[in-house]
């Protein structure tokens, strides 16, 4: 046990430093990305198209800054394992610690970015109710484990099939799009409301932007997270252990 | 001959198919479909070790020679377990060390004194394991001045001595080697020749890999010849040795 909690710290602090360390800026690359993008959003949903959405900064940033991480951890789990050939092949360890290390670090660039959401509910007068103690703590669980999931997926997929990285960020565009993220869940008409119970990302982007807007958390929505988060993990963890002992073969 | 065995192969054989064609990708898959499927229904396997059975009791200096291709490999990552066998049974006793590949498990980005963490923790350690065996572990790389600088400005030596010192500190109960031992300077090989005796004098199991004969009769109690995935020959390491180097001299 000791040993999981340490291998998992070290890999961690190693990505958290590799990534800050060269660069003077670093905490402000890591947040201008989705800023840049709020901003685009904004000029063509706001200014052009002219969406009806009250606050629709804080709307924008609240669900941006969410999926940057969730498409990052996909994103980089593709490689987690095959960055790491030479390991796999020689030496037998809890690989999956590999993408648990990557995947909490987006999770704590998500935390980090949380200040300026707060910065942007402050500018909007909208303040963080109580229930951010345990709502916060418990979205941010569901996340995790959402996210792990489908990053052992691809991971463990990644090898066996190496174009699945190229589709993979393809597919996190896209599913952004499908996900109400620009736009808001109420403005899908009912014949594609559907869409909202296969997507496994619709309910956790939702809370956790009533949270960030002031608005009460939805409990159905909030169930079905967990639902999908269990199913994800479980559905993830499985392929992983049905392959791993594959990977010296195939990396 | 009375001490345990802790490496054990009974019959073992592997086999891979030759051409693992899902790591093509989808455009050569799509586009050559027909064949791949003919391909995977043939599944032409290639038969990397075959029969293979032999014992290692503990605190043996045993080496593996053969030429490339030979299974050499394949029987290092059966014994690191991260291979299954096809067929055939592998069993081991005992905290097994790999000394890695030049340059895996470290970071190009981090210092030499976070990399120490880093590959100690990859090979088994826990980080109060690392902290208590840290001074030894430097003082053994002699890379004491360098040990802030990122890894990116070592010399491959230097990574070499590193990663030696880390993996030497670990207290292994069976230590593999795959010909690394040729990178360090001379001064720094002794050393590690050394702390190899020092090792096979505490009762420390060896299994080392390489085809050059003349290291394994000087470090080598036993060998064993594998050619073609097959054991060819297997005793005293000096007579495997001269067997060998008349084979391959023609």
Not at chain 2, 88 to 104: D, F, M, N, R, S
């Amino acid at each position: 046990m000791e040993y999981y909690r340490d291998l998992i710290v070290v890999l961690f602090q190693k990505e958290f430093t590799v990534r800050y360390k060269n660069t003077f800026l670093g905490y402000i690359w890591s947040v201008l990305n989705p800023l840049l993008f709020a901003m685009v959003y904004w000029f063509a949903f706001k200014v052009i198209l002219k969406i009806q959405i009250p606050h629709y900064t804080l709307f924008l940033v609240s669900g941006i800054f969410f999926w940057q991480a969730f498409a990052n951890s996909l994103c980089s789990s593709s490689m987690a394992f095959i960055a790491n050939a030479g390991l796999i092949k020689k030496l037998w360890f809890p690989r999956e610690c590999l993408v648990l290390a990557g995947v909490l670090n987006d999770l704590m660039h998500f935390v980090l970015s949380i200040p300026i959401i707060l910065l942007m509910m402050f500018y909007y007068h909208i303040a963080p109710s109580l229930s951010w103690i345990w709502a916060l703590p418990l979205l941010l669980v569901i996340q995790l484990f959402i996210t792990y999931g489908f990053a052992l997926i691809i991971a463990t997929c990644n090898l066996f099939l190496r174009d699945f990285e190229r589709l993979i960020s393809i597919f996190v565009t896209l599913w952004m799009w499908l996900t109400p993220i620009l736009y808001n869940e109420d403005m899908v008409p009912a014949k594609f409301q559907w869409i909202k119970f296969v997507n496994p990302m619709t309910g956790i982007v939702i809370n956790l932007r009533h949270l960030f807007m002031g608005m009460p958390l939805v409990g159905s929505l909030l169930l079905t997270s967990i639902l999908w988060s269990i199913a994800i993990f479980g559905l993830g963890y499985w392929t992983y252990r049905s392959f791993t002992w594959k990977f010296a073969e195939n990396v | 001959m009375s001490e345990p065995v802790v490496i054990q192969f009974n019959k073992v054989s592997k086999y891979f198919k030759r051409s693992s064609m899902l790591s093509f990708g989808f455009k050569s898959m799509v586009l050559n479909l027909p064949q791949h499927m003919k391909h995977l229904k043939q599944a032409k396997r290639f038969c990397a070790l075959n029969d293979v059975s032999f014992e290692i009791r503990k605190g043996e200096s045993v080496g593996l020679i053969g030429r490339n291709g030979s299974g050499k490999s394949t029987t290092l990552s059966l014994i690191a377990q991260v291979l299954r066998p096809s067929e055939g049974w592998v069993k081991t006793q005992g905290h097994i060390c790999p000394l890695l590949e030049l340059g895996a498990g470290f970071n190009f980005e981090l210092n030499g004194a976070e990399n120490i963490l880093l590959n100690g923790i990859l090979l088994g350690m826990t980080r109060r394991q690392v902290k208590e065996k840290f001074a030894r572990i430097v003082e053994f790389s002699e890379l004491e001045d360098f040990l802030e600088q990122p890894l990116r400005t070592y010399s491959t030596g230097m990574i070499a001595r590193l990663g030696f010192s880390i993996a030497v500190h670990l207290n292994p109960e069976i230590l593999l080697l795959d010909e690394i031992l040729a990178v360090g300077d001379m001064a720094f090989t002794e050393k590690c020749l050394k702390k190899m005796n020092s090792f096979r004098e505490q009762g420390v199991t060896i299994f080392f890999v390489s085809h050059s004969p003349e290291m394994i009769t000087s470090y080598c109690d036993r060998a064993i010849w594998l050619d073609g995935g097959q054991i060819k020959d297997m005793g005293d390491a000096k007579t495997v040795c001269v067997e060998y180097k008349k084979a391959i001299m023609g």
